[in-house]
């Protein structure tokens, strides 16, 4: 079952400028990743971050977790125009019994 | 890393036909596969979880006899969209557990059915 949420749930900016998306969660976890979908297409598996890591770079891409704070959030640095689509962030709970995936996602649009 | 193959990507069938999904763990082993539906500008609703060798556990409000799932191995998990309707058209996603740890799971590209 669904115990989270992004937010903001759309964001709309230049190309160029960074873009920030938060994700919320209820349990314990052992891990968290975040996807991208672009419309109507699949998810694309962009980072995963362990619950023993703060933070955690690939490329443009900039994942934290506050593990404190049941909270993560994902920094898209130079954004482009490519780079509009749907972000999720989805995990398993510690007992790895139930995978949860939160929200209706954040809808990025990146205006070239 | 770990991948996830669902097969087809898409697919159109006719009112009262069944179409079969498949969901692949291509490099590791799968104890727990999960199908999620999603409808249109809307997040994914977990339909079921399934573990190798017995039968899935179906969400409230979901048929089971609608949707079989069958999980027949570590590495494929198979849901059968039985007499498909109009409304069965959707967007259909899979996830896949590690065997060794199940503290990873990773999601299939997807599924649309179109039922017409």
């Known amino acids: 079952s669904q115990q989270g949420e992004e937010d903001p749930q759309a964001l709309s900016i230049q190309e160029g400028e960074n873009a920030t998306m938060n994700c919320s969660y209820k349990?314990?976890?052992?891990?968290l990743q975040w996807y991208r979908q672009n419309s109507g297409r699949g998810l694309v598996h962009l980072i995963l971050?362990?619950?023993?890591?703060r933070e955690k770079h690939s490329g443009r891409l900039r994942v934290t977790l506050d593990t404190s704070k049941k909270s993560s959030s994902l920094l898209i640095t130079a954004s482009r125009a490519a780079d509009t689509a749907s972000y999720f962030c989805?995990?398993?709970?510690?007992?790895?019994?139930?995978?949860?995936?939160f929200g209706t996602g954040t809808r990025l649009t990146v205006i070239p | 890393g770990a991948v996830v193959s669902q097969h087809p990507s898409w697919v159109i069938c006719k009112s009262g036909t069944s179409v079969k999904i498949e969901c692949r763990s291509l490099?590791?082993?799968?104890?727990?596969m999960f199908w999620y539906r999603q409808f249109p500008k809307q997040s994914l609703m977990l339909m079921a979880t399934?573990?190798?060798?017995?039968?899935?556990?179906?969400e409230q409000g979901v048929e089971k006899d609608k949707f079989l799932i069958n999980h027949a191995s570590l590495t494929l998990s198979t849901l059968t969209v039985t007499s498909a309707h109009p409304e069965d058209s959707s967007f259909y996603i899979c996830?896949?557990?590690?065997?060794?740890?199940?503290?990873?799971?990773?999601f299939g590209q997807g599924t649309r059915l179109t039922v017409v």
């Open positions: 996830s896949a557990a590690r065997h060794e740890s199940n503290t990873e799971a990773f």
């Open positions: 349990t314990s976890i052992n891990n």
């Open positions: 971050i362990r619950s023993n890591e």
């Open positions: 989805a995990t398993l709970d510690q007992t790895g019994a139930n995978n949860l995936f």
């Open positions: 490099d590791f082993q799968a104890t727990t």
């Open positions: 399934s573990n190798e060798g017995s039968k899935a556990t179906y």
